[in-house]
């Protein structure tokens, strides 16, 4: 089969138009739902500050900044490296604008074009932000996340996140976890949280509100995030793939919308998902092109509920080999 060619049955399921049921939703809510709906009172100045959320591959960045957002913008799975771009989440709440960044997980391997696009990213956040969340694992702290810690900037205030409280099991033995951590730098802050429990996320909030500048906002009051819906729909795609391959797919695996047009509420895209082996491809049609019938068909779904509307999907399988090597090929594909 052609590398160029699309598998047979790539359009299968996913270029099925949903019925009625599955194009209803609920509207997302707003990203100012979390204000308490009074006019501001004009004595009391704005505050807006850019805030960037740091740490190794899998301590739940993506899913922290979801949740401080209120809606998904940035995508998650267990296989590392799902985060490859800068991604900024807006949320305001009464005066306050937050606006996060999340960056991809710092790359300790740096022999990859892909891989030092992805750290040059998270250099170029840090640099910018006037307050760092540093996320880690709450009772763990190994090389990667001491590589990430060494890299922080001294000049600027950095908050240390201990996420996935929900999963300790002894909380007694935080206590000195902390104090060692207390011990490696002087953090402005120690917030031990679960990102999946909204008291948690709501306190965080007033936590960091102080630390935002008094400055007008960047961002209208209901923004969600600066990316656009062509960029959230590659990754959206690009999410199932990884939840559906598991650890099968080398992360090297990307896509690309080839294709977009608007036809009143209905949306035609076309996408090709890049690989860069014939193996690979196989892995992602699976037998019978069931597996990627079921990508497209999960991506359609959520595509539909993210955007309120009907959505028409392509899928198609391309082969290129050794894009992630080529610092050309790596930016046409969108990387920064």
Same mark, same amino acid.
């Not at 850019?50 to 949740?67: E, Y």
């Given at each position: ?27 997302? !809510? ?13 004595? +009391? !100045? ?6 960037? &959320? ?32 800068? &991604?900024?989440?807006?949320? %305001? ?63 600027? !205030?950095? *908050? ?16 000195? @976890? ?6 490696? /730098? ?5 917030? !031990? ?7 948690? *996320? ?14 007008? @906002? ?19 795609? /690009? ?20 294709? @977009? ?49 009907? +959505? ?10 050794? @894009?992630?090597? %080529?610092?050309?090929? *790596? ?6």
């Amino acid at each position: 089969m052609n590398e160029n060619t699309p598998s047979p049955s790539a359009a299968s399921p996913a270029a099925e138009l949903p019925d009625s049921a599955a194009a209803a939703s609920t509207p997302a !809510p707003s990203a100012s739902a979390a204000s308490s709906g009074a006019a501001l009172d004009p004595s +009391v !100045p704005k505050r807006c500050g850019l805030i960037a &959320i740091v740490g190794r591959p899998n301590v739940g960045k993506s899913t922290l900044l979801n949740a401080l957002v209120g809606q998904k913008v940035s995508i998650t799975s267990d296989k590392a490296q799902t985060t490859r771009h800068r &991604i900024t989440g807006v949320r %305001t709440i009464d005066e306050a604008q937050f606006v996060f960044v999340d960056t991809p997980g710092f790359q300790m391997k740096h022999n990859a074009a892909l891989n030092r696009t992805l750290n040059r990213t998270v250099h170029s956040v840090l640099g910018d932000v006037d307050l760092v969340l540093y996320v880690l694992e709450a009772g763990r702290f190994g090389l990667d996340d001491a590589k990430v810690l060494s890299l922080l900037p001294e000049d600027k !205030p950095v *908050v240390m996140i201990a996420n996935k409280l929900d999963a300790v099991q002894r909380r007694a033995e935080l206590a000195p @976890w902390l104090k060692s951590m207390a011990e490696r /730098r002087s953090f402005a802050e120690f917030v !031990p949280l679960s990102a999946k429990k909204e008291s948690d *996320v709501t306190r965080l909030f007033k936590i960091l509100k102080p630390y935002l500048p008094e400055q007008g @906002w960047f961002y209208e009051e209901d923004a969600l995030t600066d990316r656009s819906e062509k960029f959230l729909a590659s990754e959206i795609i /690009r999410e199932k793939l990884f939840r559906l391959t598991g650890d099968e797919l080398p992360y090297t695996s990307t896509v690309v919308i080839d294709k @977009w047009e608007d036809e009143g509420e209905l949306r035609r895209i076309s996408a090709s998902i890049v690989v860069e082996r014939d193996a690979h491809k196989g892995m992602i049609i699976g037998s019978g092109g069931e597996r990627l019938k079921r990508i497209g068909s999960e991506a359609r779904q959520e595509l539909e509920h993210l955007m309120q509307g009907r +959505v028409f999907l392509e899928l198609w399988v391309k082969v290129r080999s050794g @894009w992630a090597d %080529t610092e050309e090929r *790596v930016r046409s594909y969108g990387y920064e």
